[in-house]
């Protein structure tokens, strides 16, 4: 078992109407927040009026727009200018990981005088950041719980996981009745992103059997209600477990004292997104099956065998490559039963910059230290068969 | 699933040689430490001689000899003596879960102009608290990652779960290696502790797959673990797995969402502790399943049956009486294999004090309102049963 030093600070205030101590949370702050958002569904469906009811007396200043896999440019530049320029004592964020990633880079760069892009690229180790409360409409990152955020900047095809401890929301509100209104495409995604982390931190060279529990009911779990999210997206109860499973996916709490296992399939995808920014889970799910498919060998055998006897449930008395091999055929077919795109073609990407993307991964990602380590060749490979 | 409002601040701290940290850590607080410990104990391991050693240019005051199930007097009231005479910033808590939960009601009491029984019988709420840092020696309570303490009042056999915010640690320390010399006896009372715990709160109305299944693994690992350390007292492996389990116990991430127990068995055990000052995993392991066998029936059936599937791998196609019936079964097996005493008898309790300690824990425990409820006349009943 690894050592390990571990903290989550975060308040997390879960249920059907906590969105009501808002104003008892923002009155720790000073006067000025600014308030992030996407595309305006929270909007569609009240949040957005709701909050401004709630913060009157607030001075609110508003950074919209933001989009999937946010950018660099202009979403964080915009919103550190703003900080600036107001003197903002607070970031609250309303909507999905993206905007909430995107409102960690501008709390960190909100305090830095030199370009933003020397804290996210590690360059400068961040002093201060802005305090940071959200609320959550959408399950899926995890980001409301962990420190780390996504960012992508356009021109140089990077999508960089910027991961820093100041970076934990304050407070994080999680009312599951805000993701009625997803829409099945993105209750897919959220799905795939959520068991994804869960399997970034299961398949690895020394687990406790502690950990492999905790994993193993996470991906119960959120089959299991994501597949009811899907088919009912009112049903309180399987939203309610989907969004706190999905909370539990980054912050580490599943994996403490396991070795690490270079988030291999996020290292991909992540690659995938920025070249041409498909949406993080779609691109997740369709990398998972190839990329256990290529690494099942008589060493990583044994994990395969208990993944599937603990999560689909595959009869323990089967040939373990019999078992191994099911298991990751449930993985695809379960993908594939909610309906997410299980080849590249289908999200817009051809064979045409393979190799480029496979060189960026390799040079970027060190996944030549992965649980199953991954070279140049390899990642070709599992992108070729993901077509 | 229940609405949930949830912060754990506490930082964990944990494997072999991290108490060299210890002075980074306590280098945030003042200089002035008050050092509790227990009997000796932590001398004898020579981790008395290394805190001193790393502590050198502190001016630390000490208050020893705190028992297990920790006194308000002395122990809790010379503490907060001290506290007030020497001006205490922060209290290094070095030994087991009575340690660290004396030093929980010193922190507040210190703090506090009145007598600090006003704060532990909730007569008045704590206003402050001082930092509390702690380094454990004994896999058991959790309290290292809770904000409760449980304090013993000898004069009127109150023993009374004091919980408050205020009270999480700041920084637990945890170094397996410090629990190699834990006697096998102390070991199993700390498995049944901690597996207690899970049970309070999976033996509930309403509870999350997601949660079934982090319980499930908790018992799953206390038990071959726990086995382990009992068999190997120097198995690492199986020593920080255990440490980290009972870690889980108390802060409530087992069952976010879930309805509420009334932690019955707690509510009985802590009369017994009480009343005999026995040691509160034995107490525990005897009441569990006599209390198990006491609420089995049509509307709890379903919740023994998971269990006994699921915890102990009794075969699915029984008839669920029987797959109940055995799971408690196996629940008392596995507890008398790792040589718990299972009779009240052998723990020096007779049936004289059964009726006076039964109206103490209807009156005192609320356990009207537990998943199963209980009169007084079931309290009697289960006392009865496990003598």
Not at 132 to 144: H, M
Not at 256 to 261: I, R
Request: glycine share 8%; with cysteine.
């Amino acid at each position: 078992m690894q050592n390990f030093d571990y903290k989550t600070p975060t308040r997390l205030i879960f249920g059907k109407g906590v969105v009501e101590k808002l104003p008892s949370v923002m009155a720790q702050f000073g006067k000025k927040i600014l308030l992030t958002y996407g595309g305006g569904s929270i909007k569609k469906i009240g949040l957005y009026q709701k909050v401004l009811e709630l913060l009157k007396g607030y001075e609110i200043v508003e950074l919209s727009g933001i989009q999937p896999n946010p950018k660099y440019d202009p979403s964080v530049l915009d919103g550190v200018r703003l900080c600036k320029e107001h003197n903002i004592d607070v970031i609250l964020a309303v909507g999905g990981g993206s905007v909430l990633d995107c409102s960690k880079a501008i709390a960190a760069g909100a305090c830095y005088d030199g370009d933003p892009w020397d804290l996210i690229s590690y360059k400068v180790k961040a002093q201060a950041a802005l305090p940071i409360v959200d609320i959550i409409t959408l399950a899926a990152t995890g980001s409301e719980y962990d420190s780390g955020g996504v960012i992508s900047r356009t021109e140089t095809n990077d999508k960089i996981g910027y991961l820093d401890p100041l970076l934990y929301p304050h407070t994080s509100f999680l009312d599951p009745t805000y993701t009625f209104t997803v829409s099945k495409k993105q209750t897919a995604a959220g799905i795939a992103d959520a068991m994804n982390h869960t399997m970034e931190q299961y398949f690895v060279e020394d687990a406790t059997l502690l950990n492999d529990g905790f994993c193993e009911s996470m991906l119960r779990s959120l089959m299991v209600n994501g597949r009811k999210c899907i088919e009912n997206p009112e049903d309180y109860t399987a939203r309610a477990e989907m969004m706190l499973a999905c909370t539990y996916g980054c912050n580490r709490i599943l994996s403490l004292g396991n070795s690490q296992s270079g988030w291999p399939c996020h290292g991909i995808e992540h690659a995938l997104s920025a070249y041409y920014d498909i949406t993080h889970g779609e691109g997740l799910a369709i990398i998972t099956p190839r990329w256990m498919k290529h690494i099942l060998n008589e060493r990583t055998l044994p994990r395969f065998v208990k993944y599937g006897i603990n999560v689909f449930g595959i009869d323990a008395n089967l040939d373990k490559w019999e078992i191994a091999n099911k298991a990751i055929e449930e993985t695809y077919k379960f993908f594939e039963s909610i309906n997410i795109p299980m080849h590249l073609r289908e999200v817009g990407i051809d064979d045409s910059r393979i190799g480029e993307m496979a060189h960026h991964i390799a040079v970027n990602e060190g996944l030549e230290n992965a649980y199953a380590p991954l070279t140049e060749q390899d990642i070709v490979e599992i992108l070729t068969a993901s077509l």
